[in-house]
């Protein structure tokens, strides 16, 4: 091995190890982060398009040797601010996309009572997430998304109290506003 | 308002908070909630919305699809009833006469003559009747006759006197209006 090979290879060998870390990840994480992005409100080709963009730079940024820590945090970051980028009615896109949802699941009730009475139950969640913040609406995506409330902060930009003092005031609304 | 209803959030997202709430607080509030009906019920609320949001969020992947297949309905629907609307305006069209055509039958004085007009036309200011020059053609050509033809009837008795035109036998006069 000539002197002028060792620059090249050390490069290589972390490129190729970051490959394995980046696969691996996306292996773990592809489906929560889409189902994170649709529920911003972006489309499935939009959510598709930000979560191969966002593993792209995580393989960049692994290759170039960055931080490993927290590496769920830093693409739900990454992801997150690429969907803000994309969204032209990020708020009342949100909305329907949670209602649908719901409407949808109810179809698989058992009877056509319980399918009522959880029909209900989500139209009236559906109007009271409408009336929740924007950073409450985030805090408890991430939060069902599986995040720790460090990790929510991370993305969010804002401290862990806070993320536990919106998750709370969130969470207090809905249970208030659906009469539960 | 219960003191402990503050932290009941941050209770049941302890995992989620890594541990962050001490062990004795958490206890405490256990034992709290074990025992006090107001915060029970609360925690309960809590659970039960946290569960409606996330069951909501995973099946928000699922949804869209029907909103789509909601719009594809829509829009087939849309398109069979502008196609149906075509069909009928069509027959309509060719349902509708192409020449409007009112047949009028006078009563016959004694000796004033039966008049049936085949088309309806602007009373014109001077009637001149006047003879074919040409060689008279057949009957069915005269419904594909030239704009606009007045068929005027006679009965011959008006014409020639009682037992001069044999039975059977009828006299068709073509009539032209010229302005």
């Not at chain 1, 139950?121 to 109007?127: I, T, W």
């Not at chain 1, 930009?157 to 806070?162: E, K, L, N």
């Not at chain 2, 829509?74 to 609307?85: E, P, Q, T």
């Not at chain 2, 001149?128 to 009965?155: D, F």
Request: hydrophobic share 45%.
């Amino acid at each position: 091995v000539s002197g002028d090979s060792v620059p090249w290879v050390l490069p290589l060998a972390r490129f190729q190890t970051s490959e394995r870390e980046a696969t691996t990840l996306f292996g773990e994480l592809r489906k929560p982060l889409l189902r994170y992005l649709v529920c911003l409100g972006l489309s499935s080709d939009e959510a598709q398009d930000v979560v191969q963009d966002s593993f792209l730079s995580l393989h960049r940024h692994l290759s170039a040797g960055g931080s490993q820590e927290n590496i769920r945090s830093w693409l739900f970051r990454v992801a997150h601010n690429q969907a803000r980028n994309r969204q032209n009615s990020y708020d009342r896109r949100f909305s329907e996309r949670l209602d649908d949802a719901g409407a949808e699941w109810v179809l698989d009730e058992a009877t056509p009572e319980s399918a009522l009475i959880e029909k209900e139950k989500f139209k009236r969640l559906g109007n009271a997430i409408r009336t929740l913040a924007g950073a409450e609406r985030e805090c408890l995506l991430l939060r069902a998304s599986g995040l720790r409330y460090r990790e929510i902060g991370d993305v969010l930009g804002i401290a862990t109290s806070t993320v536990a003092d919106t998750v709370e005031r969130a969470v207090k609304k809905l249970a208030e506003k659906c009469n539960v | 308002m219960c003191e402990y209803s503050g932290r009941l959030v941050a209770w049941l997202d302890n995992e989620l908070l890594d541990q962050e709430l001490p062990d004795q607080e958490a206890i405490n509030v256990e034992w709290h909630v074990r025992h006090c009906a107001e915060c029970r019920k609360a925690v309960s609320a809590y659970e039960e919305v946290s569960g409606a949001f996330l069951v909501c969020y995973q099946a928000a992947m699922v949804a869209r699809p029907r909103s789509r297949m909601k719009w594809r309905i829509a829009g087939g629907v849309a398109a069979a009833v502008a196609i149906l609307a075509l069909v009928l305006l069509a027959q309509q069209q060719q349902q509708q006469p192409q020449v409007e055509r009112l047949s009028v039958r006078l009563p016959s004085p004694a000796h004033a003559p039966a008049i049936a007009f085949e088309k309806s036309a602007p009373p014109a200011p001077a009637v001149a009747v006047r003879p074919r020059l040409t060689a008279p053609a057949p009957m069915h050509s005269q419904w594909m006759a030239e704009e606009p033809v007045v068929e005027v009837a006679l009965p011959a008795d008006a014409l020639f006197p009682p037992g001069a035109v044999p039975q059977g036998f009828s006299f068709i006069a073509e009539v032209r209006f010229q302005q």
